[in-house]
């Protein structure tokens, strides 16, 4: 049993020293891949309910992989997160939307004012220097900042509620729109959050997913709205994927949706076209 439990331990370490061995080349290649600009965004529409207009997009990270090809933010943002490399990666994502998002005005595709939503990971949202680094990108890219939504996680805020309520309180002070992303997947409730100055919460898609399901599934997301509301939040279903669901949240009085019915991220070019094309849902 003991020589048993001496190759177990074997195969353990081996194991650890591979995972450790690949974490540090994903974590050069990361470094590098900044270095060449091999990181680019996709857009996907927010739609809004009541007038089955595009609203604004959600900005997603994605990496060219030379040999790979393209790599979803799932399988390097957790690397990213742990070596710190989320820092200049999340600052070119924010310049980089920024960017895109004032060139579509300039190019005036479209009547109404839309906006860029981004996400912030953890480690950003404590950084000490993050509202300088947006004030110089605002400044950088002359977008006006009310048009720009940063997407939080409640883990990102619960992490440090203290520091967290007054950042958000300087980032408010610049009109930039906050909202709550995953909704319903953390451990923190409305009641809690409510003390936190937020304009908008995104409810996971999980919950989405399982509307039709039951009609408790459906009675808790209407709870979710109907106590949003109150606290002055709109709400942004995510993972709208069929009419059906659209219909419900439509009936429930869910301000936004977002999803693979309406589009699926896309490629800038592809997102700059259905601006020009208008959809109506
Ligand atoms: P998220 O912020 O919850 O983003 C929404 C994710 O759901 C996206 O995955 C999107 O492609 C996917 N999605 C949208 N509609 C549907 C749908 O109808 N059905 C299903 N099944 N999925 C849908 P993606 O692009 O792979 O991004 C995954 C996560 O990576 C994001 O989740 C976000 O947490 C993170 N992420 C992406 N870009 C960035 C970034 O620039 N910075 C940081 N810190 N995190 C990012
Ligand atoms: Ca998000
Ligand atoms: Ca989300
Ligand atoms: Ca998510």
Redesign the pocket.
């Known amino acids: 049993a003991k020589a048993q439990g001496k190759a177990r331990y074997q195969i353990f370490d081996t194991q650890m020293h591979h995972h450790a061995q690949q974490r540090l080349e994903l974590d050069t290649d990361l470094r590098r891949a900044l270095h060449r600009e091999e990181f680019l ?2 857009y ?1 529409p927010i739609i809004s309910l009541a007038t089955g207009r595009i609203n604004g997009f ?5 990496w060219s992989h030379p040999q790979k090809g393209l790599i ?3 399988e390097f ?1 957790p690397a990213a ?1 742990e070596t710190g490399l ?1 820092i200049p ?2 600052l070119w ?1 924010l310049k980089e939307a920024c960017q895109q998002l004032k060139a579509w005005q300039n190019q005036a595709l479209f009547k109404h004012p839309i906006k860029m939503s ?4 953890v480690k ?1 949202f404590s950084q000490v220097n993050l509202i300088q680094n947006i004030d110089k990108i605002i400044l950088q890219t002359q977008l006006n900042s009310s048009y720009l939504k940063l ?1 939080i ?1 409640e883990s990102a805020i619960m992490e440090n509620p203290e520091s967290a309520t007054e950042l958000l309180q300087q980032l408010r002070d610049r009109e930039i729109q906050l909202s709550i ?2 909704f319903g997947t953390g451990y923190s409730s409305l009641s809690y959050l409510h003390r936190f100055p937020l304009h908008n919460l ?1 409810i ?2 999980s919950f989405i997913h399982r509307i039709s399901e039951t009609r408790q599934n459906l009675e808790i997301i209407q709870a979710i709205i109907t106590l949003a509301h109150h606290l002055n939040m709109t709400i942004t279903a ?4 069929t009419a059906e669901q659209l219909s419900l949240l439509r009936s429930l009085g869910c301000e936004e949706g ?4 309406f589009a ?2 896309l490629e800038p070019n592809a997102a700059q076209a259905l601006l020009l094309d208008n959809p109506h849902w």
Do not use: C, M, W
């Open positions: 965004l996709y996907q959600e900005a997603l990270l994605r979803s933010p799932g943002i997160e989320i990666i999340g994502v981004v996400n912030l990971s950003q997407e996680t992303d995953d995104k996971d898609r995510e993972g709208v994927e977002q999803g693979y019915y699926r991220p």
